[in-house]
């Protein structure tokens, strides 16, 4: 059990960090390329791009939610959560 739970740990740590990175990006893609956040918007490569990180945070909270994030976040000392 120990172990199941040092796991689900790591892999918690694993997806929010990723989370963490895609989020930045996103950001950047917005501020520094002009990035639509509009799902609708004209396409164009900053757009597209977003697009896939959009996606790919998508699939990342569904990681979180298999391994019951909520649970673990509670203890996370440096959850945005927690402040």
Do not use: C, W
């Not at 172990?3 to 950001?27: F, G, H, M």
């Not at 799902?39 to 990342?60: F, G, I």
């Amino acid at each position: 059990m120990v172990e199941d739970t040092a796991r689900d740990r790591a892999i918690y740590q694993a997806l929010k960090a990723s989370d963490e990175i895609a989020a930045a990006l996103q950001a950047h893609l917005i501020e520094e390329h002009g990035a639509e956040p509009e799902r609708a918007a004209a396409q164009s490569p900053a757009t597209n791009a977003l697009m896939l990180l959009r996606q790919a945070r998508e699939r990342l909270g569904q990681g979180l939610r298999a391994i019951e994030a909520d649970s673990i976040a509670e203890s996370d000392e440096i959850s945005l959560r927690n402040h």
